[in-house]
């Protein structure tokens, strides 16, 4: 009779924890779709609709689930779970029909994962509540431990998801090419694997030079983490502020420039390559579009701190025999007329100095391999002939340190490519630490001056 009524038990405390856990991430995916319904309504008031719509149903359905588990209740969640893991993959792979063509949301990274792992988790749990049957959670301590250990996945779950999804950009796939002045557009660059690439593109006022010079900014955040935004969760994970870049946006703009934020694939989902690939088709992009965006191809500039400021200086060494210009406008060049390098790694053999996180991060990237790192570093392709370099670096940077930046010095001096090496006293890993010398003013002064020089006052 005992253990009769001992396995009774654990047929109670299986079925109670399958129901929290269900709940637990339905509730975690409803919120995600809730949180990223508002900020897509300015893409597509039909997609926000679909995304508030379908986050409230679900969650009503979530605290359904827990409060009356029958058999109806479940089987609705089941059939929502299935519903939202299957859009998952259709909007991803293939898009939603809205307007005169479809929508596609940009390029996938890790945190875009939350979603569909809750709703997967989901799923299996409201499966096998399917087949078990439902009963209402009881009160033993068994019940708070497995309500605890759902309820903690699915808050950490939703806080990642709730990040990536009101940052994510939904990209129309055929739209037309064209920027109004004073204006900022979001456009599909490149499209690798199918995957749509963001640019935002913000364009000087009316009145301004015509063709304009373009300043590429390529964001920071270890090639895992950050995206192009210029504000949001997305930009405080890539330190736009450490990179001036609303500073130097603004300058520039007020000096007539366009200036290019991207977006690029993240590893680890992505590898190395593909960052590369992406920052040259950019560049590529520009110059296809160059009659449409008003923009003059033979004056690109580029700047970016961290994994940006890598990537811009691979931009300004790295020609077409690095094998890197691959995918779309290969008829176009990928080359650039001035680099601002912000203490961006140049050799990534030599990074044992580095923190734990970037070595962490290097080895997540390389696996250890030697030629593989060799390859991918911009000290490798230096050569005559390369555009000029400003390069700034930090004495506290921790996570990037010094050498790297006098190491790319010294190798475009030996080649005799213009450089200049600018070490800023008490900076940290960002160009805004307090009581640095220069400050962030004179920094982006400095900047825009640089690209103003290169980029408008030669013919």
Not at 325 to 335: C, I, M
Request: glycine residues 12%; proline residues 6%; neutral net charge.
């Amino acid at each position: 009779m005992t253990v009769t009524s001992s396995m009774a038990g654990d047929r109670i405390y299986s079925r109670t924890a399958l129901i929290l856990l269900a709940a637990s991430m339905a509730i975690s995916a409803a919120v995600i779709h809730l949180v990223a319904g508002p900020p897509h309504m300015r893409e597509s008031a039909i997609l926000g609709a679909i995304l508030v719509a379908g986050g409230v149903i679900q969650a009503v359905a979530a605290v359904a689930l827990f409060a009356r588990p029958s058999t109806r209740i479940i089987v609705i969640n089941l059939a929502l779970a299935a519903i939202g893991t299957a859009a998952w993959w259709f909007v991803r792979g293939i898009g939603l029909p809205l307007g005169d063509g479809w929508w596609r949301p940009e390029a996938i990274s890790v945190p875009d994962l939350a979603s569909l792992i809750a709703e997967s988790i989901a799923l299996l749990a409201l499966a096998g509540l399917a087949i078990r049957g439902g009963r209402r959670p009881g009160r033993k301590w068994r019940t708070v431990t497995a309500g605890s250990a759902a309820g903690a996945v699915g808050v950490v779950l939703m806080a990642i998801g709730a990040v990536a999804s009101a940052d994510d950009t939904w990209l129309p796939i055929s739209a037309s090419v064209g920027a109004p002045y004073g204006r900022t557009t979001t456009l599909m660059y490149c499209s690798p694997g199918g995957a749509p690439l963001a640019m935002d593109l913000y364009e000087p006022a009316a009145g301004a030079m015509s063709p304009a010079p373009v300043v590429l900014y390529v964001h920071g955040g270890g090639g895992t983490i950050g995206d192009r935004q210029a504000a949001g969760p997305g930009a405080s994970l890539a330190n736009q502020d450490g990179a001036l870049f609303g500073l130097m946006r603004e300058r520039l703009l007020a000096r007539g420039f366009v200036v290019a934020s991207i977006d690029y694939r993240l590893q680890p989902l992505f590898p190395w390559r593909d960052q590369i690939e992406d920052a040259k088709c950019a560049v590529r992009f520009l110059r296809a579009h160059a009659g449409s965006l008003s923009i003059d191809s033979g004056h690109i500039g580029v700047w970016g701190s961290s994994e940006g400021g890598y990537l811009a200086a691979m931009l300004g060494t790295a020609g077409p025999s690095a094998g890197f210009d691959v995918g779309a406008y290969t008829n176009q060049s990928s080359s650039v007329e001035a680099v601002i390098d912000m203490f961006g790694p140049s050799d990534f053999t030599r990074t044992n100095d580095s923190s734990g996180i970037v070595r962490a991060i290097l080895q997540l990237t390389f696996h250890g391999d030697v030629e593989a790192e060799r390859q991918a570093s911009p000290v490798t392709y230096v050569a005559p002939g390369d555009p000029p370099f400003l390069i700034y670096q930090g004495t506290d940077d921790k996570e990037i340190p010094l050498h790297h930046s006098i190491e790319l010095s010294n190798a475009l001096s030996k080649a005799s490519v213009p450089n200049t090496l600018v070490i800023v006293r008490g900076a940290g890993h960002g160009l805004n630490t307090s009581g640095q010398q220069p400050g962030p003013q004179t920094l982006a002064e400095q900047a825009v001056n640089f690209l103003a020089d290169q980029l408008i006052a030669r013919p």
